[in-house]
C-alpha cells in the first residue's frame, strides 16, 4: 500500500509548517526536561514566528530576498515532489538546490559571521551529499525504482535490504537537522558563536520564512527515514511513524549530550560513515544482484 499522491502532496504543502512547528516545540520541550527545566509551550515556536512576521524587516540587499524565496519555494517543492512519490534522485537534486541558495543567502551579505557561516554551510553540504546519493542508489537497487511510489509500495520494506544506508542516513540526520556534535554553521542554542550562522544578517519577515523553511525541511527528511519502513502492507504506516519518533529522540539526546566538533573530525566522521555503512552496503547489495 503506497501513500504517496498528489493528495499527500498537497497536504504536506498546507500541513507541514504545523506539524514542524510542533516537532520544534516538542524538541525544545524534551530538551527542556533533559535538562531539568519546565521548558516552553509547544505552541512557542508559532508565537515566534508570529512575532517576527510583524517585526520590520531589514534587507541587506535585494539579492539576499530573492535567495530566501528560493530557498523556501525549493524546500517546499522537494518535500511535495516526495510525497507526490516523484523521482527520488530529483527529490535530493532539489534539496540540495534549496540548500545553495540558502548559502547564497548568507554569502551575498557580505558580513563576516555569515561570510564563515556560509563557509561552513558548505562543507557540511560536501560532508552529507555522498551519503544523500548513495541512499537513492540503495533504494533502486532493493526495489529497481527510484521512483517514490514505487519504493514504498515493495514488498519488502528498504531497511531489510539496506540496513547500511538506514544507519548511514541517521548519522547525517544529525548534520540536516543543525543539532550537536554537528551545528557548525547554524546553531539552536545560545552557545553557537556565530549567533545563529547563516541567520546572522536576517530580520523580521525574512527571518520568519527562512524558519518555515526549516519546518518544511525537517518533515520532509522524516519522511525518508520512514520510507526505509514502508512496504505494501498497511501495518508498515503506524511502524514507520513509530520508527521517526524514535530517530527524532535519538537526535534530542544525542544533541543534549554532546559538544560541537570541529569542521575536520565533522568532514572525516561523515566520510568515514558513509564508506563503513552506505558503500560496504552497495557492494553487498550488489552481489546479491550478482549472484541471482
Known amino acids: 500500500m503506497t501513500i504517496f499522491s498528489w493528495q499527500f502532496a498537497?497536504?504536506?504543502?498546507?500541513?507541514?509548517?504545523?506539524?514542524g512547528g510542533f516537532m520544534t516545540g516538542l524538541d525544545r520541550k524534551i530538551s527542556a526536561r533533559m535538562q531539568g527545566r519546565v521548558g516552553p509551550s509547544l505552541l512557542q515556536p508559532f508565537y515566534d514566528v508570529s512575532k517576527l512576521m510583524q517585526k520590520e524587516t531589514k534587507i541587506v540587499n535585494h539579492l539576499q530576498q530573492f535567495m530566501v524565496s528560493s530557498f523556501v519555494i525549493f524546500v517546499a517543492f522537494t518535500g511535495a515532489l516526495f510525497f507526490f512519490g516523484g523521482d527520488l534522485l530529483l527529490v535530493?537534486?532539489?534539496l540540495t538546490?534549496?540548500?545553495i541558495f540558502y548559502v547564497l543567502t548568507a554569502s551575498c551579505a557580505n558580513a563576516?559571521?555569515?561570510?564563515?557561516?556560509a563557509q561552513r554551510e558548505l562543507l557540511q553540504m560536501m560532508a552529507y551529499e555522498p551519503m544523500v546519493l548513495l541512499a537513492a542508489i540503495g533504494f533502486y537497487?532493493?526495489?529497481?525504482?527510484?521512483a517514490v511510489k514505487d519504493i514504498a509500495a515493495a514488498d519488502m520494506s528498504g531497511i531489510v535490504m539496506l540496513p547500511g544506508f538506514f544507519l548511514g542516513f541517521l548519522f547525517i540526520l544529525a548534520i540536516k537537522l543543525r543539532k550537536s556534535p554537528f551545528d557548525l554553521s547554524t546553531g539552536q542554542h545560545a552557545h553557537q558563536e556565530l549567533v545563529q550562522g547563516l541567520n546572522s544578517d536576517l530580520s523580521g519577515f525574512v527571518m520568519g520564512l527562512v524558519e518555515i523553511a526549516h519546518w518544511y525541511e525537517n518533515v520532509f527528511l522524516f519522511g525518508v527515514v520512514g520510507l526505509f519502513i514502508l512496504n505494501s502492507h498497511v501495518w508498515s504506516i503506524p511502524v514507520a511513524l513509530v520508527v521517526c519518533f524514535l530517530v527524532y529522540f535519538l537526535a534530542?539526546?544525542?544533541d543534549n549530550v554532546s559538544a560541537r566538533v570541529k569542521w575536520k573530525l565533522l568532514f572525516t566522521s561523515a566520510w568515514i560513515v558513509t564508506a563503513c555503512t552506505g558503500?560496504?552496503?552497495l557492494l553487498v547489495v550488489s552481489l546479491l544482484h550478482l549472484a541471482k
Open 112 to 117: 563576516p559571521y555569515s561570510s564563515l557561516a
Open 252 to 254: 534530542i539526546l544525542v
Open 141 to 146: 537497487l532493493a526495489t529497481g525504482s527510484f
Open 279 to 281: 558503500v560496504v552496503n
Open 10 to 19: 498537497l497536504g504536506y504543502l498546507i500541513l507541514a509548517p504545523f506539524i
Open 92 to 94: 535530493f537534486f532539489s
Open 97 to 99: 538546490l534549496a540548500g
